[in-house]
């Protein structure tokens, strides 16, 4: 099964024998550099499979932390914060029984201290018949202000049929553009069986970019790739298997990703308008299956290999200002090996990734703060930690 290569949560932890929980308040096995260390946030504070944490727009006060069972939890910023309370609860409608399905995804709108919309990603059961699982794009609102979602409010803007129990990316993010992006898997099993990857009419493999303010129940922006045919409007780029955390650069408003690999590697992609990602044709930078000229396909700006871990979980450019040594530098890590690595954000894939921190985490996501600082969450142990210079 580990050929697979599953996203993350337990399957990949059991495949791969690698993660596992800490409690830790004090930095892990360092890089021989020892470029940066990592602290417990939060101590009092531990989470249910966590598998995402944000802040919402211009609001440094709260953090907002998701549990894959299908709630959202919200807490103080304050590092002595004793509590957390419920934002909203869906776990009556969402389905978490498979490793990578449940509520995987949340987006505040730009607007959220004005129009109280919040979007999640999350999976509900299918009807059977070859559709084990259909994700979700929902919208819900706030009608106090802020406090709390409304679980009544929802209105689902997008559903997608998942043929098999795997892959399903979940992602959520708005660009600076002010348009919703979607991350979707190739819809599971292993070798992607059913050619979604480099199918342009299908939804799955793919990143989309609509436009949640224009509708019903969405806009297509006027510039995607298939605005005018060729391909369904909402994608804005395909050929990723599992596209599992991706994040725009503060500065420079570039989309990166990690996308989980197969049998041998691991990738970062950066993600432009049109660029087609290559899957299932290559795995990383190797030839995996029929039409192998890379002509018109992207290749990675970084990989790894089986030997050093085996499901990415992509991060972020860091931007914040307690490690100034690594302003510019994207971070990305591994659910099975805990590994923490940097590149440099102007690479055009001739640079080598850089070793920056051996934990014994199960990297379920990283996090960005208003601020710019960076956090990982173990997703086996339920904890969060702030990465910090030594």
């Not at 730009?110 to 018949?129: C, I, K, M, R, W």
Request: with cysteine.
């Amino acid at each position: 099964m580990k050929g697979f290569a599953l996203l993350v949560l337990a399957f990949a932890l059991a495949s791969c024998g690698g993660g596992g929980g800490s409690s830790s308040t004090s930095a892990p096995l360092q890089a021989e550099q020892q470029s940066i260390m990592m602290e417990r946030a939060f101590p009092a504070l531990s989470f249910a499979q966590p598998v995402d944490m944000l802040q919402a727009p211009d609001d440094d006060s709260r953090w907002f932390v998701l549990e894959k069972v299908g709630r959202v939890l919200v807490f103080s910023s304050d590092d002595a914060a004793q509590t957390a309370s419920v934002f909203i609860d869906i776990s009556d409608r969402a389905e978490a029984g498979s490793s990578e399905a449940g509520l995987l995804g949340m987006a505040f709108h730009p607007q959220f201290t004005l129009n109280g919309e919040v979007f999640l990603s999350y999976t509900t059961a299918g009807p059977g018949g070859g559709t084990p699982l259909i994700s979700h794009i929902s919208r819900f609102r706030s009608n106090d202000g802020g406090s709390q979602l409304d679980p009544a409010s929802e209105e689902i803007l997008l559903s997608v049929d998942q043929p098999f129990t795997n892959h399903n990316g979940g992602n959520l993010a708005f660009g600076p553009d002010g348009f919703l992006y979607i991350g979707l898997g190739d819809g599971g099993s292993g070798g992607d069986p059913q050619g979604n990857g480099q199918n342009t009419d299908t939804l799955l493999g793919t990143i989309l970019r609509i436009d949640v303010d224009t509708g019903p129940p969405y806009g297509i922006p006027a510039d995607n790739p298939f605005v005018l045919g060729g391909g369904r409007p909402e994608i804005f780029a395909w050929g990723l298997r599992n596209p599992w955390r991706w994040s725009f650069d503060r500065l420079t408003g570039e989309l990166w990703a990690g996308d989980v690999g197969q049998n041998q590697l691991e990738e970062v992609d950066r993600i432009v308008s049109g660029g087609n990602y290559g899957w299932n044709r290559f795995e990383g930078a190797l030839c995996f299956a029929g039409d192998c000229n890379p002509a018109g396909l992207i290749p990675p700006v970084a990989e790894y290999t089986h030997g050093e871990g085996c499901s990415i979980t992509g991060g972020y450019v860091y931007r914040g200002t307690g490690i100034p040594s690594l302003v510019g530098t994207y971070l990305y890590g591994d659910f099975c090996s805990g590994t923490i690595w940097g590149l440099d954000s102007n690479s055009d894939g001739t640079l080598p990734s850089r070793l920056l921190l051996e934990s014994a985490l199960a990297i379920s996501s990283f996090a960005e703060g208003n601020d710019g600082e960076l956090f990982v969450l173990d997703y086996t142990g339920g904890t969060l930690h702030r990465l910090v210079s030594p």
